[in-house]
Nanobody
Framework: QVQLVESGGGLVQAGGSLRLSCVAS??????????MGWYRQAPGKQRELVAD???????NYADSVKGRFTISRDNAKKMVYLQMNSLKPEDTAVYYC?????????WGQGTQVTVSS
């Protein structure tokens, strides 16, 4: 059974940094994992893409986080990371890890990020 498990959320002051991590566990080969990404959902809003990264390392970012967030991955460890710098109160949301594994979408359980002003 494939699972995505996130870690690294928490409470931080505006201007601070956090690093989110997500590991894909279960009976999967690392070569089965295609694109990986991070989404977020704030209260009363729709879930939105934050950033994603292909297996070869090509990245894509939401305009709202460009220059502040960096996505990366370690294929051997089946992990994806999101380094978040210069955090703003509007970044407050539940952040979800997403992965295309054998052409099927998987989601993590979400981790809360709260940025205080």
């Amino acid at each position: 059974q494939v699972q995505l498990v996130e870690s690294g959320g928490g409470l931080v002051q505006a201007g601070g940094s956090l690093r989110l991590s997500c590991v894909a566990s279960g009976s999967i080969f690392s070569s089965s994992i295609n694109a990986m990404g991070w989404y977020r959902q704030a209260p009363g809003k729709q879930r939105e893409l934050v950033a994603d990264i292909t297996r070869s390392g090509s990245t894509n970012y939401a305009d709202s986080v460009k220059g502040r967030f960096t996505i990366s991955r370690d294929n051997a460890k089946k992990m994806v990371y999101l380094q978040m710098n210069s955090l703003k109160p509007e970044d407050t949301a539940v952040y979800y890890c997403n992965a295309d594994i054998r052409f099927r979408d998987y989601w993590g359980q979400g981790t809360q990020v709260t940025v205080s002003s």
